[in-house]
């Protein structure tokens, strides 16, 4: 097993913030120069925006010498009650070299009832190694490409969390090509909205109003060991707030996901569930603290998992403080409590309680919505507690779940997922 040789896009001569164009110009380049006329190429998309923007850069320089597979790992979303690999095959349906690999038992095995957080993420990288060089041999192809971006290196390179498409090793790879290396989220969006606006790609379609989702899927948001009958709740809950925060933002803003012009702010960046195991501890050592930042009595339990938060630049593993309050508090509040409350304590966020039921599953799930432009850093979207209540009922109607909260705390000191 070796590293393959890397070839990253990590200073491009122009920003797609000030000349998409330009960039899009540049990155062509960059692959043509890295590219032989006879190289094939393999690219494995999630069907997120970096990796679509990826294969349409490499489609339009090389054709069809790019054979594109989406992997079905299991851990993909129902979107709108839809597998989300069947939508991915319907936007690739313009790629001669286009095919679904059903890769669930492999991921399973390398992922399923792992509970620590870095080991299922490396469990995955394995996984997804083993793939590509299957599919690098099947296709007898002799580089690759993939949709890294320079978040996803510096998260894994700072230690805070493994991605999958960082500091992989292979058997059939020779090259690896990255033109999207140097760039951040918002920078991404430009050149989708670009490349769409001038080749009208079937595949861009609304990318540039895509929600990230991570790498891994639903195994990050399955908090802990994943079960069978934990992923199924997961994937039926994120359904549920996925959709219903979009409806909540088409009535406020007239689309499903607003980007200001001015900041390059995204709303929301990211809205998604998470499943707990419902285990508690019992606390009583914030209550004080608690006071202190609401002026108010307010009841708090620690839940008994470890989430990802970030100190001092470097990742941190410790429990989330669930709180609730007999009367309803401001946003002003909650939002001071999400934020101040990690960086004095041993806890990794807040959680605000929302709604709860006695279900017979016993889950807990966490209701995540944040804004921001470039992934490094989020603030808490500001979703009425009253749509929030209806979201948590749905998501106790659908899924038999024993409570659900809503994530107060910006990244950081939280990162934007849990694991």
Not at 15 to 23: M, V
Not at 127 to 136: G, K, L, N, P
Not at 156 to 185: C, D, M, W
Not at 383 to 392: D, V
Request: proline share 5%; with cysteine; aromatic share 8%.
């Amino acid at each position: 097993m070796s590293i393959a040789v890397l070839f990253r896009y990590i200073k491009p001569e122009v920003s797609p913030k000030k000349d998409p164009e330009g960039f899009v110009k540049g990155a062509m380049k960059f692959v043509k120069e890295h590219v032989k006329p006879r190289d094939r190429v393999a690219i494995m998309v999630s069907g997120g925006v970096d990796s679509t923007v990826t294969a349409a850069l490499f489609h339009l320089e090389i054709g069809d010498r790019l054979y594109v597979t989406h992997l079905d790992t299991g851990f993909m979303r129902l979107m709108g009650g839809r597998e989300e690999s069947e939508i991915i095959d319907e936007r690739f349906s313009e790629f001669k070299n286009f095919k679904i690999i059903n890769a669930r038992a492999l991921f399973y095995k390398r992922v399923m009832g792992i509970s620590d957080a870095e080991q299922k993420r490396l469990g995955f990288r394995r996984a997804y190694e083993i793939s590509t060089d299957r599919q690098m041999a099947k296709s007898e192809c002799n580089v690759m490409t993939q949709g890294t971006i320079m978040p996803d290196i510096i998260e894994t390179e700072g230690g805070i969390k493994s991605q999958h498409n960082v500091q992989l090793k292979f058997t059939k790879v020779g090259r690896v090509i990255e033109p999207l290396a140097g760039l951040y989220k918002d920078e991404v969006r430009r050149v989708a909205e670009f490349l769409w606006s001038k080749y009208n790609m079937k595949v861009l379609k609304d990318a540039p109003r895509r929600q990230p989702f991570p790498g891994p899927g639903l195994s990050v948001r399955a908090v802990g060991a994943i079960t069978p009958e934990k992923l199924y709740i997961e994937k039926r809950a994120n359904d549920v707030v996925e959709r219903m925060i979009e409806e909540h933002t088409r009535s406020r803003f007239g689309v499903n996901l607003y980007i200001d012009d001015r900041t390059g702010e995204q709303i929301p960046f990211q809205s998604f569930a998470a499943t707990f195991d419902g285990a508690f501890i019992k606390t009583e050592e914030v209550m004080p603290l608690l006071r202190e930042k609401t002026g108010r009595s307010i009841r708090c339990k620690i839940l008994n998992a470890n989430v990802t938060g970030v100190r001092e630049g470097k990742r941190v593993y410790s429990h989330p403080l669930c709180i609730e309050s007999d009367s309803e508090l401001d946003y002003d509040t909650l939002k001071r409590v999400g934020r101040e409350i990690p960086p004095d304590t041993r806890f990794s966020r807040v959680l605000y309680r929302v709604g709860s039921k006695n279900g017979s599953l016993g889950y807990i799930v966490a209701i995540r919505s944040v804004n921001s432009s470039n992934a490094m850093t989020a603030s808490i979207n500001e979703i009425p507690m009253e749509t929030l209540e209806k979201i948590a009922d749905k998501i106790v109607e659908r899924c038999n779940v024993r409570e659900v909260y809503w994530d107060l705390s910006p990244k950081p000191p939280a990162t934007i997922e849990y694991e």
